[in-house]
């Protein structure tokens, strides 16, 4: 079964505070993405990366970085946190650069910026 | 502008009927559409997918239709069981985008004994 791992189930920052977040995939897996997700807004991609040191926007970047050195990893970065990225954030990965490829999810990072 | 909706209010049903999930969109032409079950506090859980050439995909209980002229995708799960109530997202594939998914809201699917 695919594994995708991610740090911290909960997590309380501070605006103003870097934050990082982390994710692993168990699976040899060339995509990997980062939502969020809020209610009535449904999830919504940050950023994506098919392969090592590759990066592309979502649809909502700002305010947001990633960084993949190894495969299995991929990390969100919130550079300067504000309290309107209070969120659920859901990392996930999928196999070939293909199309018709389901998308395995870790359980999210609740993040609370106060 | 481009658009997915799903049923925005949550579905209540009875232990033993059919539940019937709707999935719209506007504005895309999507090669592929998911579907993907989201228990409280965990990550979605790929269910089905369907191509835009298939019309119906059946997995045990589950079964998803795929119309392409009016832009519209249903998810049925009959014979439905509590242990079905969860969150129901549909998701897009675009063409040449890599595998890319645009998601739906959501519907709440709430199976009563």
């Known amino acids: 079964d695919v594994k995708v791992t991610q740090s911290s189930r909960y997590l309380v920052k501070r605006t103003g505070e870097k934050v990082f977040l982390e994710c692993v995939q168990d699976m040899d897996h060339e995509n990997m993405f980062w939502y969020r997700q809020d209610p009535g807004l449904g999830l919504r991609l940050i950023y994506f990366s098919y392969d090592v040191k590759m990066k592309e926007k979502g649809d909502i970047p700002e305010g947001y970085s990633v960084s993949r050195e190894k495969k299995e990893r991929f990390s969100l970065i919130l550079e300067s946190a504000s309290t309107n990225q209070t969120s659920m954030y859901l990392c996930a990965s999928s196999s070939g650069r293909h199309s018709n490829q389901p998308q395995h999810f870790g359980d999210g990072t609740r993040l609370s910026i106060l | 502008s481009q658009k997915i909706e799903q049923n925005s209010e949550a579905l209540n049903i009875q232990e033993g009927k059919t539940a019937t999930l709707t999935c719209n969109y506007t504005n895309y032409s999507p090669a592929y559409l998911q579907w993907y079950r989201q228990d409280p506090g965990r990550g979605p859980v790929f269910l089905l997918l369907?191509?835009?050439?298939?019309k119906e995909k059946r997995k045990e209980r589950l079964k998803v239709t795929f119309d392409t002229t009016l832009k519209q995708s249903l998810f049925h799960i009959t014979a439905s069981q509590p242990a079905d109530s969860a969150t129901y997202l549909c998701?897009?594939?675009?063409?040449?985008?890599?595998?890319?998914?645009?998601f739906g809201q959501g519907t709440e699917l709430s199976v009563k004994p």
């Open positions: 998701a897009l594939e675009i063409y040449n985008q890599g595998g890319k998914l645009i």
């Open positions: 369907i191509r835009e050439n298939e």
